[in-house]
C-alpha cells in the first residue's frame, strides 16, 4: 500500500492524501465478501454501513492518527489501519446519532442519512456493526505486532467513546435538551465544556493518543499530546456550535441552525457569538502550544489546530 509521504507539509495536500488512503481501507473492510473467520455478510447491512462510512467526511480523525502516529515514528501504514478503526466508530456515531430517537436528521455528508436511504432497524444494525468492526480492527495484529499496544488501543478507543466519553456526552446533550425531565434554565458554562469534551472533544483527543501510543510515546509526549487532543477537540465544537449560527446546510452537508431550536447548551449561547469566537481562537492557540516541545516536525498538527478553528464545514 502507498503511505502518506512524510515530507509534505501542507496540510490540505496531508489531509485529501490520507482521506484517499482511508476510503480505500475502509471499502476493503466493508466489503460484501466476508473476512476471514466470519460465516457470511448480509449484503443490504454491507451496503448500509458503506452508505454510512464511504464516500465523505473530512476523515479529520484518521488523518490525526496518522500525523501523531508519524511524529512519534510510528509507520504510516499502521496509523492507517488504526485512523480507518477510529473513523469506522465516529461513522456509526452519526448514523445513530441522525437516526429519529436522537436528532432525527434526514441530510449527513450531503446525502440522505442510512436511515432514510434504508430503514431504521437498518441503520441501527449498520452502526452496531461499524462500531464492533472498530474494535476487530485496532485488536487485529496487522495494526500493530505487539500485544500490549494493541490493547492499550482498544482501552484507548473505549474509554472516549463510551459511558464516561462519547456516548455518555450524547447522554448529557439528550438531558440538556429535556427530554427525561423538564430543564430548569441554561447549562452552566463549565456543564457545557464537560459534555462536549465529552461527545465530541474525547474522541478527537483519542485519535491522537492512538497515534501516539502507535510510535511508543513516552509519558512526557503522551501529556503533551494530550493535552493538544483536549485543546483540539474543544476547538472543534465551538467551531461547530459557531458553524450551526453562521453556515447553510449546503455547505456543511447536514442541517444547521438546530442548537438553539433544540434548546442545546453550546458556548455560542453561553458566550455570545463573539465571545465563542474569541474562545475558539484562545482553544486553538492552546492547542499549538502545546506542541512547543515537538519542533517543526509537528508542524502538521498545529496547522490542524488552526483549521479545526477556521473550517468552513
Ligand atoms: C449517537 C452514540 C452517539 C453519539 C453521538 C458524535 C455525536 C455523538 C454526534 C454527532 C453530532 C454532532 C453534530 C456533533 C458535533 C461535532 C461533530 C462530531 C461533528 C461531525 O464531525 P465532522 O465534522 O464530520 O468531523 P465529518 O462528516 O467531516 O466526518
Not at 443490504?44 to 473530512?58: P, S, V
Not at 511508543?216 to 493538544?228: E, M, T, V, W
Not at 458556548?267 to 463573539?274: I, K, S, T, W
Request: net charge negative.
Amino acid at each position: 500500500m502507498s503511505s502518506v509521504p512524510s515530507g509534505i507539509h501542507d496540510l490540505d495536500t496531508r489531509l485529501a492524501r490520507t482521506a484517499v488512503l482511508i476510503e480505500r481501507l475502509l471499502e476493503n473492510l466493508l466489503a460484501d465478501e466476508p473476512a476471514e473467520g466470519e460465516v457470511t455478510r448480509p449484503a443490504r447491512l454491507t451496503a448500509a454501513m458503506r452508505h454510512g462510512a464511504l464516500g465523505g467526511g473530512k476523515r479529520l480523525r484518521p488523518f490525526l492518527t496518522v500525523e501523531a502516529g508519524l511524529l512519534c515514528n510510528a509507520p504510516a501504514e499502521r496509523g492507517l489501519r488504526a485512523g480507518a478503526a477510529v473513523e469506522l466508530l465516529h461513522c456509526y456515531s452519526l448514523v445513530h446519532d441522525d437516526l429519529p430517537a436522537m436528532d432525527d436528521d434526514d441530510l449527513r455528508r450531503g446525502r440522505p442519512t442510512v436511515h432514510k436511504a434504508f430503514d431504521e432497524a437498518t441503520a441501527i444494525l449498520a452502526g452496531d456493526a461499524l462500531l464492533t468492526l472498530a474494535f476487530e480492527v485496532l485488536a487485529n495484529e496487522a495494526t500493530h505486532p505487539d500485544g500490549a499496544v494493541r490493547a492499550a488501543l482498544v482501552t484507548c478507543l473505549a474509554r472516549a467513546s463510551g459511558v464516561g466519553g462519547m456516548v455518555g456526552g450524547q447522554m448529557f446533550d439528550l438531558a440538556a435538551e429535556g427530554r427525561f425531565e423538564a430543564v430548569r434554565g441554561a447549562l452552566p458554562d463549565a456543564e457545557i465544556r464537560r459534555l462536549q469534551a465529552m461527545k465530541t472533544g474525547a474522541l478527537l483527543a483519542a485519535s491522537v493518543e492512538i497515534g501516539a501510543r502507535l510510535g511508543g510515546a513516552d509519558a512526557a509526549a503522551l501529556a503533551a499530546l494530550g493535552r493538544y487532543g483536549r485543546a483540539l477537540g474543544a476547538t472543534f465544537q465551538i467551531a461547530d456550535d459557531i458553524l450551526d449560527v453562521e453556515s447553510d446546510a449546503a455547505q456543511m452537508g447536514k442541517a444547521t441552525a438546530k442548537d438553539a431550536d433544540k434548546g442545546k447548551g453550546t458556548l455560542v449561547g453561553a458566550l455570545g457569538l463573539a465571545g465563542a469566537k474569541r474562545e475558539r481562537d484562545r482553544l486553538s492557540a492552546e492547542a499549538v502550544e502545546a506542541l512547543s516541545g515537538f519542533g517543526e516536525k509537528a508542524d502538521v498538527l498545529r496547522a490542524a489546530a488552526r483549521f479545526a478553528a477556521e473550517r468552513k464545514s
